[in-house]
């Protein structure tokens, strides 16, 4: 059955960076669509950064509030897909999720609905 198990986060100051991980396991990461969420306490989980599955050319896509920040890639050998996260600000301070889809969309950014699979989740602090 396939399963995404989250790792990375914590407190991170302002203008840091940091790694999130999501470990694909009875899948192959690269044949999956992968998005990354984040929710703060009393707003819907957003959306910020996916990759399309490699038959659909592994394209990024990123919400403007992260772009040049934010980068999601994904180590076939590993079989992880990760959110490398810069310049880090205040208010990235949430909840952030992975997420995975069989389903080869050739737009994957913001509908939590495309995705099946979800990982456990890991909090981000940024704070000095």
């Known amino acids: 059955q396939a399963q995404v198990v989250q790792s990375g986060g914590g407190l991170v100051q302002p203008g840091g960076s940091l790694t999130l991980s999501c470990k694909a396991s009875g899948f192959v990461v690269g044949h999956y669509t992968i998005g990354w969420f984040r929710q703060v306490p009393g707003k819907e989980r957003e959306g910020i950064a996916c990759?399309?599955?490699?038959?659909?050319?592994?394209?990024?896509f990123y919400v403007e509030s992260v772009k040049g920040r934010v980068t999601v890639y994904r180590d076939m050998f590993n079989n992880t897909a990760y959110l490398q996260m810069n310049s880090l600000k205040p208010e990235d301070t949430a909840l952030y999720y992975c997420a995975a889809d069989p389903k080869a969309y050739y737009y994957c950014l913001g509908d939590l609905a495309l995705y099946d699979y979800w990982g456990q989740g890991t909090q981000v602090t940024v704070s000095s």
């Open positions: 990759i399309t599955a490699d038959n659909r050319d592994s394209l990024p």
